[in-house]
């Protein structure tokens, strides 16, 4: 597995395994737009690993992802949900739609990020908003 696959197969699984795979999907293409977008970096790990560091490590909830700096290991426990992130992964590295319509920003619906009144919100999927410029 390539790393680029394997870091948007992380992301998905850790933000979005217990989503329906079009979830999964827009999780991934929030990624794969900001990959595009001059804001962010040029490459899927670095925009999965985007933060602030302290040390060479992430600095506790301040990052992009919330998996990435929670404090807990990034442990893969459920196989299938693993096997469906490589897969939610490989198909949104192929295919040019975009269920996400063209977000570079998510949330779950149980948070509200301040942030959230300064974007259009682009679709509702599952247990997230997306959301774009």
């Known amino acids: 597995m390539t790393s680029v696959l394997a870091c948007l197969a992380m992301a998905i699984y850790f ?4 989503e329906p795979i079009a979830g999964q999907l827009a999780v991934a293409q929030v990624i794969l737009n900001r990959v595009d977008d001059d804001r962010h970096p040029n490459n899927v790990c670095d925009v999965v690993h985007e933060g602030k560091t302290w040390q060479g ?6 990052c992009q992802f919330s998996f990435w700096c ?3 290991p990034e442990r ?58």
């Open 76 to 133: 893969v426990d459920d196989m299938d949900a693993w096997e469906t992130s490589i897969n939610v992964a490989r198909t949104a590295m192929s295919i040019t739609l975009d269920v996400s319509q063209g977000a570079t920003h998510y949330h779950a619906v149980s948070v509200a990020p301040m942030w959230r009144h300064t974007m259009r919100v682009t679709a509702k999927i599952g247990r997230h908003i997306f959301y774009t410029h």
């Open 70 to 72: 929670d404090g807990r």
């Open 57 to 62: 490590k992430p600095v506790r909830h301040k």
């Open 15 to 18: 933000e979005a395994r217990g």
